[in-house]
C-alpha cells in the first residue's frame, strides 16, 4: 500500500517538474518577445503555470540572493524534488529502509 502511494506521489512530483522546465522555458519565450502575452491562449498556459508553480517557488525567491535578473529558485526547487524521490520515495517503493546515508 505505501509503495503505491509513493509511486503516485512520485509520479505527481515528476509532473510538477516537467511543469517547472515548462514555466522557465516559457518565461524566456516571453522576455524575448518570442510569444506573444497578449495572445489568448499564451496568456492561459502562462496563468495556469504561474498558480501552480508560484506558491512553491515565492518562498525560495525570498532567501535566494539576488543574482542580477537571473531566477534560480526552479532549480532549487527541482533539486529539492529529486532529493525527495532519491532518498524518500525510491526506497519507499522497492520496499527498502530509508537511509539518507
Known amino acids: 500500500m505505501i509503495s503505491s502511494l509513493a509511486y503516485v506521489l512520485s509520479i505527481l512530483l515528476e509532473l510538477f517538474v516537467w511543469l517547472l ?17 497578449r495572445n489568448q491562449v499564451v496568456r492561459t498556459i502562462w496563468e495556469f503555470l504561474s498558480r501552480i508553480t508560484e506558491p512553491l517557488l515565492r518562498p525560495i525567491r525570498r532567501f535566494l540572493p539576488s543574482f542580477g535578473g537571473i531566477d534560480l529558485s526552479p532549480l532549487v526547487l527541482i533539486l529539492v524534488i529529486i532529493f525527495l524521490q532519491r532518498a524518500i ?13
Open 21 to 37: 522546465i515548462a514555466q522557465a522555458i516559457m518565461s524566456w519565450l516571453l522576455a524575448f518577445n518570442v510569444m506573444n502575452y
Open 89 to 101: 520515495l525510491y526506497p519507499l517503493i522497492s520496499g527498502r529502509p530509508i537511509s539518507l546515508w
